[in-house]
């Protein structure tokens, strides 16, 4: 573990805000939409002309670039002592197809305003810092999501990540290679590619926790893991006028009681326990035809994996109760990731940064998944969120308020400093 | 009323039930799918080609042939007494894109069999017999449903069933023309279409009661009313991970709910009562995205209208009820048929026809709509139901048993001689 540095008074304690939004508006109107969001997707031409944009202002910095063989970014501003791991922060450039303008930019943005902010005071850092562009965070185009940490972090291979295929079948081995941006570096920490000494990452709530407390820093203490399940509820399609109901075996309704179940399996694990069934399929949807089949997707999340098993129990035991002679409930879980807990000390950073710069904060878990969370099997590491608009994200509306975007940033300034070390 | 001979136990009592068949798996043969089923669209190449067979058929049998505005066919052989208004069945040949051999086919060909009968036997009626063949009684390529008999009995005018358009473009008018049957007889009663002494349609339940018990013959009593409505849920869309339970507007969870309202109200309506929900949509339907919006229709029928006034009011309080600030509901009623109450008469003579063939029976109320429910609005009409196998129709699977369609078309013969008379 480093020494962290105390940082003096004479130490500046704000980024510039504006300019930070300038770099952001700048970077929004690559793949700008009509209605004011941003359709920037992973490994695109649009995703290339913002990686460029990233890499120029980088280079203005003074930064050295690293790319590596999945893609990701490395912008490095080298420490008094560059042999130390390096203080990294970021995110990732990549957008939903109908997403905004903060998140994922936001967090890269903000790195590259803390650099700014510490060249302008003249101040060189101990260890280096890193800001950093996560290659396919989002998951739109290719999957698994949160690609480029992914590999970095070992939970998928570098070779399973470039042969993931668009829908149009295109490879991301393919897609690197056309805009230029399969680097050389290694990208797993297995094969090489270096260690981080911390990793912080700025970023939108994406939910409505900060809004509704009127709170202006998120502390992420975690991030929640998540269970996720295909539900089926297999029974016979028949007509609605001819049939009786005793003679139904009607899927849709022990579904529907099962959907209730869900929530209510959710509430009684507050404050932290999420229950959401986003997505049903209903066979054959015809308006006078008994369902005969209902899909249904769970998504379960908690910050604790006990909490997450015992959802788990309960959501299959009322799918059994539920089941009966002609209806039959199968419950597939298809995604699991385990509860994060970031470190202590660095959320202190983030903590003692808030109150250095005046800024309201409270403690917060993440209910999304963030390429912070796969770095965090990697390195020490912690998140700090500012307040989205409505909660809304991944949404051509997506809104944050300049001035927390720059408090966040304000946040990172002081926790990367006190981090790396005032040389 | 005319009177009603008894027929004399000279008289034919059976069908031949193999000839029934054998025209049956003709006219399957024409669209016949891979599968076992039938695809006959109403008013397509398929429909020409199964029309000139029954009129084929009908003219070997003697009968002339009458074609009117809307393409119906009514094959006639005439009685001692040709002015009586004529002793009608039939039913229509029309299938869905993946239908069954016997859905309305059966009803048809039932009534060829019974003049063939009468024919074989040399008996002469007092008032003429007709078969009717109604044009789309589907509704698959083109609505309204039950098109022909609709016009007939004015529930919709000709002029508003011949602009009907197909998804491709085509009108009922251009189609009629393209296969040859737009006719010259006028279609609806009220523009001189002649108006029937009695009306019988046989069919196949297209439900369970008959095969769950154990009988031959459905004496159809009547039909059930139905109220068909749109109910749009609307809540607001969120992310699944970072929203918690308590800050959340799901619309999918008081919409889950409501469909459980929906059975528990037909449920307290029993025996008649049917409640249906067949057709969710929910928005944006992504795994992890707490619905914004949630769109589902409710189907409920009932043989007495006081009791559809009593399950749409319940509906509508219900949806009240789970409303609440931020969860708006909305029920909308785009569909209403009132019960219909068959000729008790003509049911009395279906009894009756079941007890001389040897055939068990039960009263049974119709849960779907048939041309027969319009035609009840234009004269004395009654059904005959035989069971179909597992209830299932509207499928290619659809299946009956041959000695169940004969005794069918038995009661059929009964029930029609002795509406028109032994001349």
Same mark, same amino acid.
């Given at each position: ?6 940082p ?23 793949g ?13 031409e649009?995703d290339?002309q ?52 903060f ?6 943005l ?12 003249g ?27 992914g ?18 079948g295109?490879s991301v ?13 290694p990208?797993?920490?297995?094969d ?20 509704d407390?009127g ?20 029974g ?11 003679l139904?075996?009607?899927?849709l ?20 326990g ?16 008994i369902p ?19 959802? *788990? #129990?309960? %959501? ?5 109760e539920? =089941? +009966?002679p &002609? ?6 879980? @298809? ?7 970031? *470190? #202590?000390? %660095?959320?202190?950073?983030v903590?003692?940064? =808030? +109150?250095? &710069? ?6 917060? @878990? ?58």
């Amino acid at each position: 573990m480093d020494r962290i540095a105390e940082p003096s008074l004479a130490l500046p304690a704000h980024v510039n805000g504006a300019r930070l939004w300038q770099r952001l508006m700048t970077l929004a109107a690559i793949g700008a939409t009509p209605r004011g969001g941003v359709c920037r997707l992973a490994l695109s031409e649009l995703d290339r002309q913002g990686r460029e944009q990233f890499t120029a202002w980088a280079r203005e910095l003074g930064c050295t670039l690293r790319v590596d063989a999945i893609g990701n970014l490395f912008a490095r501003r080298a420490g008094a002592d560059d042999t130390l791991p390096a203080v990294a922060t970021g995110s990732h450039i990549d957008t939903q197809p109908t997403g905004g303008r903060f998140d994922g930019n936001y967090g890269v943005l903000a790195g590259l305003e803390v650099l700014q902010t510490l060249n302008d005071a003249g101040i060189r850092t101990r260890a280096p810092l890193e800001v950093c562009v996560w290659t396919n965070e989002e998951g739109s185009r290719f999957v698994p999501v949160m690609m480029g940490s992914g590999v970095y972090a070992g939970a998928f291979t570098l070779e399973h990540a470039l042969s993931a295929r668009d829908t149009e079948g295109t490879s991301v081995r393919e897609a690197l290679a056309a805009i230029g941006f399969a680097g050389q570096a290694p990208a797993a920490l297995a094969d090489g590619a270096p260690r981080l000494g911390a990793y912080f990452e700025a970023h939108i709530e994406q939910g409505p926790v900060l809004e509704d407390a009127g709170v202006t820093i998120g502390v992420v203490t975690g991030a929640l893991g998540q269970r996720w399940y295909d539900v089926t509820v297999q029974g016979m399609e028949a007509h609605a006028g001819p049939t009786p109901m005793r003679l139904r075996r009607d899927a849709l309704q022990p579904a529907a009681a099962l959907m209730q179940r869900v929530v209510a399996i959710a509430l009684d694990e507050q404050p932290d326990g999420r229950g959401t069934v986003g997505q049903v399929s209903v066979f054959p949807n015809s308006r006078n035809v008994i369902p005969g089949r209902v899909r249904f997707t769970v998504d379960f999340r908690h910050a604790r994996a006990e909490a997450l098993a015992r959802m *788990d #129990a309960r %959501l299959r035991e009322a799918a059994a109760e539920l =089941a +009966r002679p &002609g209806i039959e409930i199968q419950v597939e879980q @298809v995604v699991e990731y385990l509860p994060t807990a970031f *470190d #202590a000390q %660095l959320a202190d950073l983030v903590r003692e940064g =808030a +109150r250095r &710069g005046g800024h309201s904060h409270q403690d917060i @878990v993440s209910g999304a998944g963030h390429d912070a969370v796969y770095v965090a099997r990697t390195a020490p590491a912690a998140m700090i969120f500012v307040p989205c608009k409505d909660g809304i994200s991944h949404n051509e509306i997506e809104d944050a308020r300049p001035e927390h975007l720059a408090a966040g940033a304000d946040v990172l300034l002081h926790a990367m400093l006190a981090r790396a070390g005032v040389a």
